[in-house]
């Protein structure tokens, strides 16, 4: 049967346990510092590494559009014909001038009309054009 | 960007009158009409598709147009669609044979002006600040280069080819329904007007499409101010009536003069011409506007056929519009 500690002896053992402790709650901040500052880190390089993964691929990108134009994604259809294109803007289309007019024939014309020959007036359909 | 001149529609004509098509295109309404009717909704089509080609290639309001792809990379070639290409050339044309009055180097100042986005979708009125404008570089539309399959544009201009845009179109639809179809045909898109017939159609054959004219595409609601027979070729009508918003407190309109990088600010409110092409008439009717004072001598000199109304509906026309006596000419209404 062990005697009961006195209370110098209590005390004592108090502040054997609190150094304890302290000692290794010390222990594990600095140990979660440490992983912290690990961490943090392994995020800047990570992040720093994207960074110039990115301005690379930027750079990459800048000295490829220099050097050659850029290529358009065509219609596999092409409803314009480079003929046609040729033909409405062709040197001297826009270049002032000509035409011809006259009084509209449902008042003063005098010419003999030509007017589309049709048979009453229909109804105006709007086809669809996506704009 | 003009608007006002268009083949009557069914319901404005006598009975009797050509069928007609009509729907939504480039940000502005388009209106077809065969000889006869013949083939309409193979035109109609057509034309739809060759409208959808030309915005989705020449479109200031789509990123993924040809042109702001060539917007985005001043100084560099790039390469793009022939419909843009033929645009483009047009363009360049036009400030040739206007000296520079028309000029398709000015986007930025419309992008400043806050035109910024298609018509439609424009505030008319905006308290946002609207940067002030500068006058542009002159003649910096001559360092726009074409090749064959590539366009470069000179660094600080950025294109816009709002003012013979739709011209272009116009004449585009119009060639290809002919070329395609064989039909006689005549279009509208926002008021630039062609008539096209097949060249072996005797010229006593062709027809003559009558034309109403007004300030804008509403106001042919109420009746036009004058109605023409176009024979052939274009007609094509100028307004800053249309396409007008505040922006920053001050009133803007998307004629721009290039001489001051301001909106025009003569006294024409509206200026119906005609030209061989739709893109001939509408480069003489959008020049009328910036030019101002000195437009019916111009005009005149150019042997344009033209009518010009100031802003209190003083009507003056040139020689060889249907009426004129030979010589400029002031109507009162």
Same mark, same amino acid.
């Given at each position: ?39 943090? %880190? ?11 993964? *990115? ?27 480079? *003929? ?22 449902? %008042? ?6 030509? *007017? ?6 229909? *109804? ?8 | ?8 529609? +069914? ?5 009797? !009158? ?62 793009? =669609? ?5 645009? $483009?050339? $047009? ?22 002006? #806050? ?10 009125? =905006?308290?946002? @600040?609207?940067?002030?404008? &500068? +006058? ?19 660094? #600080? ?19 290809? &329904? ?10 509208? $898109? ?22 109403? &004219? ?52 003569? +006294? ?10 739709? !893109? ?8 009328? &506007? $910036? ?30 519009? @249907? ?11």
């Amino acid at each position: 049967m062990t005697s009961p500690l006195t209370p110098r002896q209590r005390n004592r053992s108090r502040h054997v346990l609190n150094a304890a402790t302290g000692l290794l709650t010390a222990a594990t901040v600095a140990s979660v510092g440490i992983a912290s500052g690990l961490a943090a %880190s392994a995020t800047k390089d990570s992040q720093d590494a994207k960074r110039a993964a *990115k301005a690379q691929a930027a750079e990459a990108a800048a000295s490829a559009a220099a050097a050659e134009p850029v290529r358009a994604q065509r219609p596999t259809k092409t409803i314009v014909t480079t *003929k046609v294109v040729a033909g409405a803007s062709r040197s001297g289309t826009a270049s002032v001038g000509g035409g011809t007019v006259r009084s509209s024939s449902s %008042s003063t014309s005098t010419r003999a009309s030509t *007017k589309p020959a049709v048979t009453k007036p229909v *109804k105006v359909v709007v086809p669809s054009t996506g704009s | 960007m003009t608007t006002a001149a268009l083949p009557r529609t +069914p319901e404005d004509a006598e009975p009797g !009158a050509a069928p007609a098509r009509r729907w939504g295109a480039l940000g502005t309404y388009v209106h077809l009409q065969t000889a006869g009717g013949e083939r309409l909704d193979e035109a109609a089509e057509l034309g739809a598709a060759v409208l959808v080609e030309v915005d989705r290639t020449c479109s200031r309001f789509r990123p993924d147009s040809d042109l702001m792809r060539a917007n985005a990379r001043p100084g560099e070639w790039t390469e793009v =669609s022939p419909v843009l290409l033929g645009a $483009v050339r $047009v363009a360049l044309e036009a400030a040739e044979a206007t000296d520079g009055v028309v000029d398709p180097t000015l986007g930025h100042h419309l992008l400043t002006a #806050g035109y910024d986005r298609t018509f439609a979708l424009l505030s008319e009125s =905006s308290t946002d @600040p609207a940067a002030v404008p &500068i +006058p542009p570089a002159r003649d910096r539309w001559r360092q726009v280069e074409v090749r064959q399959d590539a366009l470069r544009l000179p660094i #600080g201009a950025y294109l816009d080819l709002g003012a013979t845009g739709k011209a272009y179109a116009a004449d585009l639809v119009a060639t290809s &329904i002919v070329a395609r179809l064989g039909v006689a045909v005549v279009v509208s $898109v926002g008021g630039d007007v062609r008539a096209a017939a097949p060249a072996e159609l005797p010229p006593y054959r062709r027809p003559a499409w009558p034309v109403g &004219i007004a300030h804008t595409a509403g106001a042919l609601d109420d009746g036009p101010d004058e109605v023409l027979d176009l024979v052939e070729g274009g007609l094509a009508t100028s307004s800053t009536a249309a396409r007008r918003w505040v922006r920053g407190g001050r009133e803007w309109h998307h004629l721009i003069d290039p001489r001051t990088g301001e909106p025009a600010r003569g +006294p024409w409110r509206t200026v119906t011409a005609v030209g061989h092409t739709a !893109a001939a008439a509408n480069t003489a009717s959008t020049a009328a &506007i $910036v030019l101002g004072v000195q437009a019916a001598a111009w005009l005149s000199a150019h042997g344009v056929a033209a009518r010009l109304v100031d802003h209190d509906d003083q009507v003056t026309t040139t020689p060889g519009w @249907p009426g004129a006596d030979g010589r400029a000419k002031e109507e009162t209404p």
